[in-house]
């Protein structure tokens, strides 16, 4: 039914009597999820279930608050949970390319470290004077004085075995060396070579028995060498078992109920004792001098050969309470699985245990890593990284380049850790679908879906709840506290936000930005508190700092480059009403749209999808027009006419179905020859039966044509038509309720295409008569006659 507003529909009010405060510094508040309820139970559901395959994917809209809110629930659920193990890599003993992981409970994994480094420094100090004492030495060179009789007495015989076979002996260190004896002297190379043949052939034989001699010789040689170091090193190890058993013994003990870290411990036990020398200081003031200002430094082949003892502690939990939270914002390959680190001596790479370094999924693991998607996906194998973590449930560190191109560069291969780690990852609605599409994985990894909506309801709940959030930031921001109309003004800046009068806007963000503004207005005051006008203030500033475009196309309509009527009557024209949204700022301008009529058989013509300009949406809307036309009139006759319809001036094309009865009422016009009031503009969609139906961006289409009319001059006569179910969209500036309530402006709601035409033209639609006729004076008989006209003289072509 045709009906126009009254001032009082076209926005939501709020009376700062109900807020229940004069200023937010009467607020006692805590930080709270407002209005995602949904949302809410969700997260809360999805962090408490530990099954494999529940990670969660908060999704919505920017600015909803889905990063805070989904950080603040899951530091809350990790407060409540167990801290998780320390985790450190060690050297292994049997394979040293593949360095071992050691789990311990937080904490003990740094006592573990220090008590390593502890040991090996006691060792250091307490092992070299133990073989440096006369004892010792004595017991050494004993049994090296034995060894050397032993290797004399063989030498001495063979010596004289030699001799009676005329041959000399050189010993040196790397053997035993005989030279023919001729006439009782040791001859040269030359005098052998002048021998005769058969002096020759003399020598020679008894040169291969004195050689077999020699080899048994040195054998035997070897065999006291092998049993000498065996002694030596027996005697090494029980003078060093004691010190080392020790020590390593009480670690032993600490660690008991930890098989891990007791087998461990008794390799590094065993490693020490069967290199016990190398705690030995070597002699020379230099060596003295590095070993006392580098304990850990023995030089041997110029590497440091108690390294492999040393303890890397890749998550260190001794500070953490409860579970970790993780927010990270580059989710590179490297950040995530860690990345192991190399020396570079001349142009060779070296690499160790030592240098592994953690990732975020070690320091996350046992809790919660939360990461943008779209971070994720713009990252180089990162994605891949977190689907295969969550699939195999091990963490397994490979350099980016061994990953990529399956060539091993690394020199060790780290035992994969054990995950155990909740992913949250935060995106958009499309980033979702997408991955549910095109990863079969993801549905199976991502069981949990929070959606975070852009609205809330406006009731008594959540309007507290947006002043606590004022309040909030007033504490965080320090900035100066709002008063009840300021903060009454906000919620009504909410609402237009959400485009709904029982709505307020979810997007958090924004409202951020209105309260930092108007705070910064009422600093630049001196203001002691933040009142309504600085609030109003920031909004229109804000607008002013991003309607420059906007501004530009007014001065166009305005010194008439484009043509726009907001008085008269035309036949075939009328004001249609356009949202331009720039992403920051959205607005509507009236747009003209024409429609021509005349003989033919073209039907209707969308000169905008003849120009490939016009979307599929519009396509659609014009299509349900013309089934409309032939339900309305070609019932009796066929419809045989051109008509087209065309956007004016439009040169950067059109979507949307809401200016498809705005395109009817041209076209009706054009046919009945009935001309339409411009001091009127029109928006909304129809059905083929005629029924007017709800579209977007209401408030701006409003506030579009009124800004012109505004601007040209109120006349009394002018307003916006919309559909009826828009009604409870609008919350339209208080100038366009004041225009509304002088009478200077008017907004009508409709829910049929006839009370649309009726009000255009000033001339009543029609009804069908029971002979199926309408009265010749209506718009539709008019329509119907021109129509028969048409149709006529086609035939009679």
Known sequence: MLRELDYTELKKNIDPQILGFETTAQISTTPEIIGQSRAAATLQFGLNIK?????????GTPGTGRSTFAKAFACAQAAKERTPSDLCYVYNFENPKCPKVLELPAGSGKALKEQ????????????????????????????????????????????????????????????????????????????????????????????EFIQKRASEAMRQIKEYERQTRKEVEEMEYSIGLFA????????LFEYADHPQVVSYLLSVKEDILEHIEDFAVEDGDEEEGM???????????????FSKYKINLVTDNSRQEGAPVIVDFNPTYA??????????????????????????????????????????????????????????????????????????????????IKADVKVILIGTELLYELLYEYDEDFQKLFKIRADFDCEMQMNDENISSVCKFIKNFVDKEKAPDFDAEAAAKV?????????????????????????????????????????????????FEQERRLNMYEEKLTEMIEDGTILIDTEGFKVGQINGLAVL??????????????????????????????????????????????????????????????????????????????????????????????????SLAVTGSMNQRGEIQPIGGVTYKIEGFFDLCSKRGLTGGQGVIIPKSNTPDLMLRDEVAEAVKAGLFHIYSIETVDEGIEL?????AGVMNEKGKYPSDTVHGKVIRRLKDFYRKAIEE
């Open 291 to 305: 070993q006392s200002y580098l304990p850990w430094y023995n030089k041997k082949g110029g590497e440091d050969v």
């Open 760 to 764: 255009l033209t000033g001339v009543p």
């Open 335 to 416: 950040n995530l699985v860690g990345e192991i680190e190399y020396d570079n001596e001349f142009g060779n790479f070296s690499t160790d245990f030592m240098k592994i370094k953690p990732g975020l999924l070690h320091k996350a693991n046992g809790g919660y890593l939360i990461l943008q998607a779209h971070d994720v996906l713009a990252n180089y194998h990162s994605w891949e990284t977190i689907r295969r973590v969550l699939l195999t449930g091990e963490i397994a560190i490979e350099p980016a380049r061994e990953y990529a191109t399956g060539i091993a560069v690394s020199g060790i291969k780290p035992q994969p």
């Open 244 to 251: 080392v058993g020790r020590h390593i013994n009480a670690i």
């Open 116 to 207: 390593m480094d502890e040991l090996i420094n006691r060792l250091l100090n307490e092992l070299p004077p133990l073989f440096a004492n006369r004892e010792f030495e004595a017991q050494k060179s004993e049994i090296v004085k034995v060894y050397q009789e032993q290797r004399d007495s063989v030498i001495k015989i063979i010596t004289e075995e030699a001799r009676e076979q005329n041959f000399g002996v050189k010993n040196t260190n790397s053997g035993i060396y005989f030279m023919p004896i001729v006439d009782g002297e040791v001859i040269s190379e030359e005098q052998y070579d002048a021998l005769s043949q058969e002096q020759k052939d003399v020598i020679s034989t008894d040169s």
């Open 491 to 539: 919620i009504e800046m909410s609402a237009r936000l959400a485009e709904r009068q029982n709505k307020m806007s979810a997007r958090f963000n924004k409202i951020s930005e209105l309260l930092a503004e108007s705070a910064a207005w009422a600093q630049m005051e001196d203001a002691p508190l933040v009142q309504e006008r600085h609030v109003r203030k920031a909004i």
């Open 581 to 678: 949204d720039m992403g920051d700022y959205a607005f509507a301008k009236p747009s003209r749209i024409t429609a021509t009529s005349y003989v033919g058989k073209a039907g209707i013509v969308n000169i905008e999808k003849e120009a490939d300009m016009s979307g599929s949406i519009h396509e659609k809307g014009v299509q349900v027009l013309i089934g409309y036309l032939g339900q309305t009139y070609a019932q009796d006759f066929p419809l045989s006419l051109s008509c087209r319809i065309c956007f004016e001036q439009n040169y950067s094309g059109i979507d949307g179905d809401s200016a498809s009865s705005v395109e009817l009422y041209a076209v009706m016009s054009s046919l009945s020859r009935i001309p339409i009031n411009q």
């Open 51 to 59: 099954a494999k395959g529940y990670s969660i994917y908060v999704s």
